[in-house]
Each structure stands twice: as C-alpha cells, then as structure tokens.
C-alpha cells in the first residue's frame, strides 16, 4: 500500500498506470508507433551497419578500423541472422511484405526475420495474425519469402 504522507504532494494526483504493451495485439508502446519508428528486418540493419562502417572506412582511414566491439559485435549478429543477403533481395522482400495492406509493419518485419515454415507456426509466433491472412495467403506469402533466401 502506497504511503500518502511520504509522497510529494504535487505527485499524489498523478496516477501511476503502466503502459500495456502486448505484441499479440500489437500494442508496442509509444516508441513504436508508426510516426516514430518503423521495424526493419535484420537484413536492412545489416545494410545500414554495413553502409556506416564503410563511411567510417572512407572518412577516418585506418583509424576507422577501431569500431566499439559494440559496434563489431551487432554487425558480426545481423550479418550472421541476415537470410536476405544484399540490398536486392532485401528490397524484393520488403516489396512483398508491403503488398498484403492488412500486415502491420511489426509483423511483416517478424515474418521477414524469423521465416516461419508454415502458416501454423507463423501464427503460433505471431499471435497477431491469427485473425488477419488466411492461412493459404499466409503460406504463399512464406515461400515467397523464402525464395529470396540465400
């Protein structure tokens, strides 16, 4: 129980109410929103990474060889995750994603970066697409994806 007399009083009319995020029914939370942020696939972070190093490459000389392991770490991830190699295949798969309008951008990005096998699995990891794609749509949408796979 929350102790008034020790609360600041310019604080005890503020009602604490956490925010319900759920990626089941995609509440993200505000950081997520469409006008904030767009979700990428692993692939298009490895293009932006890729794109950065060599930049930092072509700015610094020899000295850009000193990236953050930080930085060296996150790159060696997506380029190990990354199923859609180089800036085509990426851009064919966002172009298929973007084609089914009743896909979220959330979700096309976790159809993208997790590849679900079948439409039972994706709707098992994505709960949020239990009720938008049927599951032959779903299927189809799959191999597509997977044709893009290196």
Known sequence: MLNRSRVPSGLRSVQLVPEQEDAATLQLGEDFSSEKAQPLTISEVAILLSRKR????DLEGPRAE??????????EYVERFDRYKGLESAT??????QR?????????????????ADAEEAKTTIPSLKHKIDDSSLNQLLQDLASFTH
């Open 92 to 97: 064919n798969v966002r172009n298929l994603l």
């Open 66 to 75: 000193e990236f953050s392991s930080v930085f060296k770490k996150f790159l």
């Open 54 to 57: 060599d930049m930092m490459r």
């Open 100 to 116: 089914y309008e009743s896909l979220d951008p959330f979700e096309m990005a976790c159809l993208a970066n997790l590849c679900p």
